[in-house]
């Protein structure tokens, strides 16, 4: 009965190729398997003598990718690719090659899931991003490459120990972002879990034993209630003759994790830690053992959610329910049909059709509409860091339904507003927003959409969006379409602004403006900065991006260009004392941003303000979001490590209230070689305590440094970095 509670053991012996086709002939028993056995000998050939590096025979780990592909319950083809889905990437083998041997269909999704070789990148978040978009082109065709890549990762996080610290939690953190949530969209979840529980075990490896150590002090204990509860439960289903299949389960680690950082709470306040899921034949036998459930125990306000009269954008449909059971203690009910638990264990892997090799059928192409949106986010946006925030804050957040007056439905992400909901309808409807009635109200533009809501937008074909929009909008066609607004008429401003400037700086020299900008001389040596033309030039000037004075000095004599180099030379002198390099740019201002402070170790980017010079930032720094709209100023930066300096970071400590804490953090802050230069506490009602502090640290590696130190803290909840952006 409660078997579902008993934390997985992977079994200790090797997979075999029988293995997986008995697998196979328990869901699929006319199956044939012939193309498998014969791609299990290329596959064997192909990677005769590597090994990965654990130590273990490469072949191991497409076996275990085929392997999860057959508890997905794929057809053949696709578990073939799984066991074939490196032979290009890591063996001299070509795709040329796997189509004769295999066919165009199974070819063409080892394709997908194969990384670009033989091609330089600027950065491994470029890389990244590249790949992520081949494999998206290529899932636009067949479904079955997200599925393969799926396991492929999930397979690779279990084997995660053999890769170096660094390694191990670039990869953690890539699936937290990208693959873990993925999951989720495709409604498999307990690939999405287990994603999560081995992210978390990587990158937060004291919180995660931790909470190891937590769940099971209290195991015994809480498995006996369980059972007593599920007895209970049981025995009331009976006597109504309701047919239904009750099991026990636990709260994923993540889950847990994420549940105490949300709500600010320790461990010992997770009360749901256990639940109990209810399986029964039809839906309206779902609402009555619910009634039944809540005639039995009192439930507990706002805990109630029908994901079955309205379903997740993954098809994730069942009824959820907290009570308050025996003895005080919550206890949380998840209750489903058959058919939407197999839809919950499935996902998209039980909407596609066996004969289709991987496409969907038209409902369920509407259903798995954001697929389209993440192909169309592909195609429009060629910056890298563009489109990898589309895919994370489009895709993967939460989503709700938001209804036009006509009743057409717009699926949003969590949090957007009526802005969003003006260009999801169209681009012209966006730029002219002037406002929005929500039910029949006028509403503020800020205002958060709720599922449900109805919405009118107001328009006026002379409004025109405004900067401030950046700070509210949610979704990337809306900040994109805004961007490019703006962008417009900064460039048509900044054209006219530095014509202005170089012909003012041309007659200074006594040089006539209409002989010198009808030659190319004067765009001799801006070439290599991309100033090809007289207009880009004007452009750039207007920006702040090129000094007029510097364009001008190759065609002033020679005694007065000397005296420019002079000047040039003691400017740049100076700028060597800065700890960021800059690719491109001689003689202006760097400052280090306020609003994310960053420090060595940050991916950084920098801005150029007019007036100002260049600004830097995080890549990751929420202002970024209002200036990118632009890139012709945006410049690529990076930090010289030939210089050392302390820089001051803010922190936030959230502790358990307890005297002698605040002494204790302090001690873990200097025992981890940092600097305190600003100390503040605030003590709240429930027993709670958030230190702030302002610390001097070299790097972002000493930050992590002392972020753990203090995380080891009894009494310490959490320790974070603030940003002020």
Not at 311 to 326: F, I
Request: a neutral charge; aromatic letters at 6%; charged letters at 30%.
């Amino acid at each position: 009965m409660l078997n579902r509670l008993i934390f997985k053991e992977r079994p200790a012996k090797k997979l075999t190729l029988e293995d997986i086709v008995r697998q196979i002939h328990a869901y699929a028993p006319q199956a044939d398997v012939s193309p498998l056995r014969k791609a299990y000998a290329f596959s064997e050939k192909a990677h005769a003598g590597q090994l990965r590096q654990s130590g273990e025979p490469f072949l191991q780990h497409p076996l275990e990718v085929a392997n999860l592909l057959t508890e997905l319950k794929l057809d053949v083809p696709s578990i073939v690719a799984g066991l074939l889905h490196d032979v290009v990437e890591d063996t001299f083998h070509t795709k040329e090659e796997l189509t004769r041997e295999f066919g165009e269909d199974i070819a063409a999704m080892v394709d997908g899931v194969t990384k670009i070789g033989k091609i330089e990148f600027r950065s491994v978040q470029e890389k990244q991003a590249e790949n992520f978009r081949k494999m998206i082109v290529s899932m636009a065709e067949d479904i079955r490459v997200i599925l393969i890549k799926l396991a492929d990762r999930l397979h690779n996080m279990r084997t995660l120990d053999a890769l170096a610290e660094e390694k191990r939690e670039r990869i953690a953190q890539e699936t937290l972002e990208i693959y873990a949530p993925l999951a989720n969209r495709l409604g498999i979840g307990w690939i999405k879990s287990e994603l999560e529980d081995l992210c978390l075990r990587y990158l937060k490896p004291d919180i995660y034993l931790s909470l190891v150590k937590k769940v099971k002090t209290g195991r015994e204990e809480r498995e006996k209630y369980m059972e007593s509860v599920i007895e209970a439960i049981q025995k009331e289903l009976a006597a109504n003759r309701f047919a239904c299949k009750v099991t026990g389960r636990y709260k994923h680690l993540f889950g847990i994790y994420h549940k105490m950082e949300k709500r600010a709470i320790p461990f010992e306040e997770v009360y749901d830690l256990m639940g109990i899921r209810i399986i029964t034949d039809n839906k309206m036998n779902c609402y009555a053992i619910l009634g039944l459930i809540h005639s039995l125990w009192r439930p507990v306000p706002g805990r109630f959610k029908d994901y079955i009269a309205i379903p997740k954008s993954n098809l994730y449909q069942s009824l959820h329910t907290t009570v308050v059971g025996p003895e005080g203690r919550h206890v949380e009910f998840q209750i489903r049909t058959e058919e939407m638990h197999r839809i919950a264990e499935e996902g998209i892997a039980s909407h596609w059709t066996y004969k289709e090799g991987g496409t969907l059928n038209p409902k369920d192409e509407r259903t798995f509409a954001w697929l389209r949106q993440l192909v169309e986010w592909q195609q429009e946006l060629s910056d890298t860091r563009q489109f990898m925030d589309s895919v994370k804050t489009d895709l993967f957040t939460d989503v709700v339904y938001i209804f036009s007056p006509k009743g057409d439905v717009k699926e949003l992400v969590k949090g957007a507003t009526p802005i969003d909901f003006a260009y999801a309808i169209h681009t012209e409807v966006g730029n002219h927003c002037v406002g929005a009635k929500v039910n029949g109200k006028i509403v503020p533009l800020r205002y958060q959409l709720k599922s449900g809501d109805t919405v009118e937008i107001l328009t006026s074909p002379t409004h025109v969006p405004s900067k401030d929009w950046l700070k509210i909008v949610k979704t990337s066609k809306a900040k994109a379409k805004i961007k490019h607004l703006i962008k417009e008429e900064e460039r048509a401003r900044s054209l006219d602004i530095g014509k202005k400037i170089l012909e003012r700086e041309l007659r200074k020299e006594n040089l006539s403006p209409s002989e010198v900008l009808k030659s190319d001389q004067i765009l001799t040596g801006l070439r290599e900065q991309g100033i090809r033309t007289i207009e880009e030039l004007f452009v750039a000037i207007g920006y702040g991006k090129v000094s007029a004075h510097h364009v001008i000095k190759p065609l002033l004599p020679e005694p007065r260009m000397k005296e420019g180099l002079k000047d040039k030379f003691i400017k740049k002198v100076g700028l060597a004392k800065s700890e960021v390099k800059v690719s491109g740019l001689d003689d202006i201002m760097i400052h280090l941003s306020k609003c994310c402070n960053p420090v060595p170790g940050d991916q950084i980017i920098g801005f150029i303000t007019r007036g100002r010079g260049l600004s830097i930032h995080t890549v990751d720094c929420p202002n970024i979001d209002e200036l990118d709209y632009d890139k012709d100023r945006l410049v690529e930066v990076d930090w010289d490590k030939r210089i050392a300096a302390t820089h001051p970071v803010d922190i936030s400590v959230l502790t358990l209230d307890r005297p002698g804490l605040l002494a204790s953090v302090s001690t873990s802050i200097a025992g981890a070689g940092a600097n305190i230069s600003q100390a503040e506490i605030i003590t709240t009602e429930d027993k709670k305590a958030t230190l702030h502090f302002v610390i001097d640290i070299t790097d972002t590696k000493h930050l992590e440094k002392v972020l753990k130190s203090i995380e080891k803290v009894e009494g310490v909840l959490q320790a974070r970095r603030v940003r002020k952006g």
